[in-house]
C-alpha cells in the first residue's frame, strides 16, 4: 500500500517537474522571441519607451502596480533573474516605492519557487549540492534565521539558483519569506 502511493507520489512529482520546465522553455521562448536578453537588461530598453510607460503609470496607478507586482513574481518564479524588472521598478516608481514592490515581487516569487523546490526538486538538490554546503548544514540548523539573512545579504550567487539552496537546510517558510525580504532589499535599492 506504502509503495503504490511513493510510486504514485513520484509520479506527480515527475509530471509536475517537467510542465514546471515546459512552461518555463515556454515562456522563455516566448518573451526571449519578442526581445533579446541584452535589450531587456538594458536601461536603453526603458528609456525607447519611457513615454509609453509614463502614459500607463499616470492613467492607473493602482492597476499598474498590482499588475507589476503579479508579473515580478511570476517572473521570478519562471525566470529566476530580476535585473530587468529591478530596473523597470524603479525607473517606474521611483527609489523608494520601486524597492518597495520589486523587493515585495522577488520575495514572494522566490519563496514560490523555494515551495516548489521543496516538494518536486528536494532530491535533485540535495544530490547536486548537498557535498558543496554541508559545513553549512548545522550552522543553518542552529541559527536558521540570523544565517538566512547573511546568506541572502552576501549574494554572489545567482539568484535563481540562491532561491533553491535553501531546500539543503530545510528552512521554514516564515523565515525564508522575512529573510529573503530583509536580505534583497538593499541590493534592490542600491
Excluded: C
Amino acid at each position: 500500500m506504502i509503495y503504490i502511493f511513493m510510486e504514485k507520489s513520484k509520479k506527480l512529482k515527475i509530471f509536475v517537474g517537467l510542465f514546471y520546465l515546459i512552461l518555463l522553455a515556454s515562456f522563455l521562448f516566448i518573451f526571449l522571441s519578442k526581445y533579446s536578453f541584452e535589450e531587456v537588461a538594458s536601461y536603453k530598453f526603458i528609456q525607447q519607451n519611457r513615454e509609453y510607460f509614463f502614459q500607463l503609470k499616470e492613467a492607473n496607478l493602482i492597476l499598474v502596480f498590482l499588475v507589476f507586482f503579479i508579473l515580478t513574481i511570476i517572473w521570478i518564479f519562471f525566470a529566476g533573474f530580476g535585473s530587468p524588472v529591478a530596473l523597470l521598478g524603479g525607473f517606474f516608481f521611483g527609489k523608494f516605492l520601486g524597492t518597495f514592490v520589486v523587493a515585495l515581487g522577488f520575495t514572494f516569487g522566490a519563496t514560490f519557487l523555494y515551495i516548489f523546490g521543496n516538494y518536486f526538486l528536494k532530491d535533485f538538490i540535495k544530490e547536486k549540492f548537498l557535498f558543496k554546503f554541508k559545513n553549512l548544514e548545522l550552522k543553518f540548523k542552529k541559527h536558521e534565521f540570523n544565517y538566512f539573512i547573511l546568506y541572502r545579504f552576501v549574494g554572489g550567487i545567482p539568484f535563481a539558483i540562491a532561491n533553491l539552496i535553501p531546500v539543503l537546510f530545510n528552512i521554514s517558510i516564515k523565515n525564508y519569506f522575512i529573510g529573503t525580504f530583509i536580505g534583497i532589499t538593499p541590493q534592490i535599492f542600491l
